[in-house]
């Protein structure tokens, strides 16, 4: 949760902010009831909550709901479905049913149903939302969102308005994404976090909070960027277009704020579209810097880190008898069955399309494409995508046969901004977990 205040007069927000609190500890009750008396004191604070607001606008026609209020309603009374309502959402979430999944997506929920169109729109390299229906796994925010919905139906109730759904005013609450806020630090890493924050001024018993870890973190500069963007939030409006699904807050393109003598504050700017840094800020260290390798170097890479990820499942890793059929390594677990595997690594943003020729990769239950991702000063990111997905081409997968040209067919993965979520159910370690 990030916090700030908004009814400031105009020199007073550009320039004399500050982090009162960094804390957590809280349960969610008590988070309720600490806003409410917030909002006592300051009836035009501003509430950032990172979670999903809301589902994809398909599933309120199959559940006849008529918008989020009456989601948040039927969540808050923990009776979304029947049988929710007889064994209460803790344990539903163990047990869920369609489309809300634990042990694999559900094959007829496409990534294109996965996600809201505001998930979409923000997706970028370093910045991939995960799907609210998805209740298990590294990231996933669906647990968090179904509770997070239950307080958004009492926060409602207290007075709060919540953005875009109505017309703001009084205590607002607006859905954020920390990752489109902090920028594309690594997180993970307390080395990057600390340089990232070394030349904020802030108390230092926040700041060594903020070190030690990555969710004070996010919580620490998405309230900053919050506070930078203040003026933004008197200009929002209900987005009627986002409903029912809503719309996660982003800071504006150009937030400058202005000094008290009417000059530009060049430490008070938040950007949109791309990830948000906050200028003066050190930048982050030299590790992962993808861009000094070579594209021999890039390649070997991608297959040691593909191989040790394996290996880490618990498979016995083999070289290729023979390197001239596509396959850079055999996997096996159990002694009767073993995979084949072709690796392909890219690098983030400049590499957005890889294939593999059809005549060495022919699509079989015991093949597999590995991909590993590189994003300039981030881990690498693996996906595994058994090869039989190619047999059902869609906006991520494509098949090139290329008649009459030179050309020879091939098997594509288009990796545009646009397509990247699409990724998400081929997730690495959901994937090798069915093998």
């Keep these: 949760m990030a916090g700030s205040g908004h009814n400031l007069p105009r020199s007073f927000r550009a320039n004399v902010f500050q982090v009162h609190r960094l804390e957590s500890g809280r349960t969610r009750h008590e988070i309720l009831d600490e806003l409410s008396r917030l909002a ?6 501003v509430v950032g909550l990172d979670f999903a607001f809301s589902v994809p606008a398909w599933y309120f026609a199959e559940r006849d709901l008529a918008g989020a209020f009456e989601l948040w309603d039927l969540l808050g009374k923990e009776a979304l479905t029947p049988k929710m309502g007889e064994v209460g959402l803790g344990a539903w979430i163990q047990e869920p049913e369609w489309p809300f999944w634990r042990t694999g997506r559900p094959a007829d929920l496409t990534p294109e149903r996965a996600f809201r169109r505001t998930e979409l729109e923000v997706a970028a390299p370093g910045a ?3 799907s609210v229906f998805q209740l298990v796994g590294g990231g996933q925010v669906g647990p968090g969102s179904l509770y997070g919905m239950q307080a958004l139906h009492e926060l409602s109730r207290r007075g709060f308005s919540v953005w875009p759904f109505e017309q703001p005013s009084g205590p607002l609450a607006v859905e954020i994404f920390p990752r489109t806020l902090t920028g594309a630090v690594v997180k993970s890493d307390l080395v990057a976090r600390r340089a990232f924050l070394t030349s904020h001024n802030l108390l230092e018993a926040h700041r060594e909070a903020a070190e030690q870890s990555e969710d004070a973190f996010d919580s620490l500069v998405s309230a900053l960027v919050m506070a930078q963007s203040a003026q933004a939030f008197d200009r929002l409006e209900v987005e009627t277009e986002y409903a029912p699904e809503g719309k996660i807050w982003t800071a504006p393109i150009t937030a400058s704020a202005q000094t008290g003598n009417g000059g530009s504050d060049p430490h008070v700017q938040a950007l949109t579209g791309a990830p948000v840094r906050i200028p003066g800020l050190a930048p982050v260290p030299r590790r992962y810097d993808w861009a000094r ?8 890479y991608g297959d040691y880190f593909a191989k040790m990820e394996f ?3 618990g498979f016995d890793v083999y070289g290729a008898e023979v390197d001239d059929k596509g396959i850079d390594f055999v996997i096996r677990r159990d002694v009767d069955r073993s995979y084949d595997v072709q690796v392909k690594t890219v690098r983030l943003p400049e590499g957005n399309y890889v294939f593999f020729r059809k005549k060495f990769f022919e699509p079989r239950d015991t093949l597999l494409a590995a991909l590993i991702l590189l994003r300039q000063h ?4 693996a996906f595994l995508i058994p090869s039989p997905a190619w047999r059902e081409p869609d ?18 993965i288009r990796l545009s901004v646009r397509n990247l979520p699409l990724l998400e159910r081929f997730a690495f370690e959901q994937q090798v977990a069915q093998l």
Excluded at 294 to 299: A, E, R, S, Y
Excluded at 395 to 412: A, F, I, N, Q, R
């Design 311 to 313: 290996t880490l499942y």
């Design 40 to 45: 006592d004191a300051d009836a035009e604070i």
């Design 395 to 412: 906006g991520l997968l494509c098949s090139m046969d290329y008649e009459g040209k030179k050309s020879e067919p091939e098997w594509g």
């Design 293 to 300: 390798l070579n594209k021999l170097q890039v390649g070997r």
């Design 128 to 130: 991939q939302p995960k």
């Design 378 to 381: 981030e881990a690498p990111q």
